[in-house]
């Protein structure tokens, strides 16, 4: 007997009639002779909710209890849904992250997984039980619970079926798989059959929410064949998110995506000085804040700026930290920017095409504030009000909106 794992997101559970409808998704994987393993996320804006209301209590909540009141939402769907499944005639069993054993480091927030313990799900699905997970949340080796950051239940299902060896992660949204870009800006964008783990990470980092990116980062590593597909139209297969070995790559680029969750800051007459950098960002890894984009410029009369991207959660605490490492220089933060890019295996040593895509832009009159480039992605910083036409423009310019051409061709394996 094979196992499947699946995810069903937040509009997936909103309501008790998408509950059942769930539950009916479930029910059928198991009667095509399958153990199956289903984690859910919070009903509906359960989680944004819960954030609103810990912010009317204290403007300033501490990371321990945020985590605690976050992980209640999916404690909810998990118990519902298996009331679901076992009012259709099945045997279920919810677990939260703390039961399972989904251990994580010792971070709030956005803990990654470490370890999960195989030993009860393995006892469960023994026992002929379809498994009912609380995706998003964690427990620390002391006891402490965690959460993976949002979006983060997509990970739990990757890493619980990477842990059990599972046949297959299905990752079941409110779209029909994922698209050259999110299809709500774009109506008429191709929805892609396959897709390689390479191009869907970074479209996932550089902000297409439909995965979160540790859950294709764990997916790879694991090598995990990974499905995001429907949960109102249980007939389409979605797209496939595997290796890329057996893909032939003939369009440069795969998609495109926009990440309007970060602020830019800047901070102006630094010492230009050997070290001067590594000890502000020392100070920011030390606390656990990532930063993305970074330009430095060229020094004058001994001082220099440095500019940098970090997540607009993470503002308040960043500030506090340069407030205290920046002795001379000023401190300066721009709410109102997304980073745009265009991710594909495809332009790899092709040089036009940033030109293309610069051009596209400036065609727009948009302009770019801060550009930043990997081997299969180039992302340009522009205001957030032109995030949206950016998008349109870079799918146009890369004929991401034809229904003929896919960005990969193979044969679709019979996963
Ligand atoms: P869930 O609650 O199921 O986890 P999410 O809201 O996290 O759902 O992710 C699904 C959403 O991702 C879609 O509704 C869509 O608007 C958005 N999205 C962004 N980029 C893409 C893309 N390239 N392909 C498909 N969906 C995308
Ligand atoms: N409920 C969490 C969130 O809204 C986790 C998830 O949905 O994946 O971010
Ligand atoms: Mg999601």
Redesign the pocket.
Known sequence: MGIIVQKF??TSVADPAKIHNVAKAVIKEKQNGNNVVVVV??MG????YLIKLAKEVTNNPDSREMDML?ST??QVSIALLAMAIQSQGHKAISMNGQQVGIITENIHSKARIVDIKTEKLQKYLNEGNIIVVA??QGVTPTGEIT??????????AVAIAAALKADRCDIYTDVEGVYATDPRIVPNIKKTDMISYEEMLELARVGANVL?PRSVETAKQFNVPLRVRSSFNLDNLGTLIIGVDNMEIYKPVAGVAADTSQVRILISNLPDIPGTAAELFGALAKNNISVDMIIQSLAVNGKNSIAFTVNADDLDETLIILNNEVKSGEILTDKDIAKVSIVGAGMVDRPGIAADMFRSLADKNINIKMISTSEIKISCLVDKQNANDAIKALCKEFDLESKEIAAVKGDLPNL
């Open positions: 997101g937040g996320s919070a804006h359960t989680t944004d976050l939402g999916e995706g998003f959460t993976l950051g949002r979006g983060g239940s997509d990970t739990s979160h």
